[in-house]
């Protein structure tokens, strides 16, 4: 009879023992399948760059919740997000530029470049900003060109363009911008786009119509970036699919 329950006894060990590891070992199955946990994407990370004026590069600050370090976030562990904002920057400047920005990536293609140009471009020509002043018909030129070798140097880049945003003219800006003229270089940004067949960002309808997203009258407040950085992602997942960080696997 001893014999008997030390048999059960050990029956029932072995059988909750064999319970055990079969719950171990599919636990273990189950995270070596979570997806891009421990599977890395084949190939180096994936590069954007946001190119702009000072729009973009307070968009890296983030206590305005800046438009580049939401994106920086967004794409957390699946790409590098790289701000080349510079304050009082036109498609004239950076046109003049292209061969260091050019041979700065030639190591590393980016996989996609947005450009957010046109604010300064379209300073009055007659007002505190003429300096920068750059005609509609150079400005498209400069876009074409500026893609146009874009295109050539990483033919597998994706290429997004912004519109300039609108101003406020309520305050201090109005005396070296106006709406009448920025309305001017984002319909052409929207018609390059067209041309170009590149997806675009309207960032001057939502500005325009709510003045309360800027912090100054001109750059964007948190508001503002939060929904500039909306707007990017719905064009990105709409057009650029590969780049969708909804469904894009882990770089690291």
């Known amino acids: 009879m001893e014999n008997s329950m030390l048999i059960v006894e050990f029956t029932a060990s072995m059988r909750f023992r064999c319970f055990l590891l079969a719950l171990l070992l599919a636990l273990v199955a189950a995270v070596e399948k979570m997806p891009g946990e421990y599977e890395p994407i084949n190939g180096p990370t994936p590069l954007i760059i946001t190119m702009g004026d000072s729009i973009t590069e307070v968009g890296a600050n983030p206590a305005l919740m800046g438009y580049q370090v939401m994106l920086t976030n967004t794409y957390q562990r699946k790409a590098d997000v790289v701000n080349r904002g510079m304050s009082a920057r036109t498609t004239r400047w950076w046109l003049s530029q292209l061969p260091r920005v050019l041979k700065d990536w030639e190591n590393k293609h980016p996989s996609l470049i947005s450009i957010y140009l046109g604010v300064n471009d379209a300073s009055l020509i007659n007002g505190t900003d003429a300096a920068l002043h750059v005609p509609l018909d150079e400005f498209k030129a400069n876009l074409n060109a500026m893609v146009g070798s874009f ?19 309520s305050t201090a800006w109005s005396v070296g911008r106006s709406n009448a003229e920025a309305s001017k270089y984002a319909k052409m940004t929207k018609r390059m786009g067209g041309f170009l067949e590149l997806p675009v960002v309207d960032a001057f309808t939502p500005t325009y119509n709510d003045l309360t997203l800027f912090y100054d009258g001109l750059h964007l407040n948190a508001r503002g970036n939060i929904l500039l950085h909306g707007l990017i992602l719905d064009t990105i997942r709409k057009n650029f699919p590969d780049l969708n960080p909804d469904t894009m696997g882990w770089a690291f």
């Open 151 to 169: 295109s050539q140097a990483f033919p597998n880049c994706k290429i997004l363009l912004i519109t300039p945003s609108a101003v406020d003219e």
